[in-house]
C-alpha cells in the first residue's frame, strides 16, 4: 500500500506567512486583509469562485451575557464557600 498526501489547500497559518501573502491573486490578499481585521462578511465576498462560507473562530464570537452572568455566580459561590470554610476552621 502506498500512501499520498492530499492537497486541500492554504491553512490559515500559510496565510499568515508574508513571504506567501505577498504571492497571493488580488482578491485573495484583499480577503485575508479582510480577515485580519475581523471582517468576515467582506471576505467571504472577496473570495473568488465558490467556497464555504468564512466563519470566525473561537476567541472572534462575543459571548453571550448568559455566560457572563453564570461565570460570576459560580465565582462568587466559589468564594462564600470558601470564606464559610475559613471562618468553621
Not at 22 to 44: C, I, N, Y
Request: hydrophobic share 50%; charged share 20%.
Amino acid at each position: 500500500m502506498r500512501l499520498l498526501r492530499e492537497f486541500k489547500g492554504l491553512t490559515v497559518a500559510d496565510l499568515l506567512r508574508d513571504e506567501l501573502a505577498e504571492r497571493l491573486p488580488g482578491q485573495v490578499r484583499s480577503a485575508l486583509s479582510a480577515m485580519e481585521k475581523g471582517d468576515w462578511r467582506t471576505a467571504e465576498q472577496a473570495m473568488p469562485g465558490a467556497f464555504a462560507p468564512v466563519l470566525p473562530g473561537p476567541g472572534h464570537a462575543p459571548r453571550p451575557q448568559q455566560a457572563r452572568v453564570l461565570l460570576l455566580a459560580l465565582i462568587g459561590a466559589l468564594v462564600g464557600v470558601a470564606c464559610a470554610v475559613w471562618l468553621q476552621s
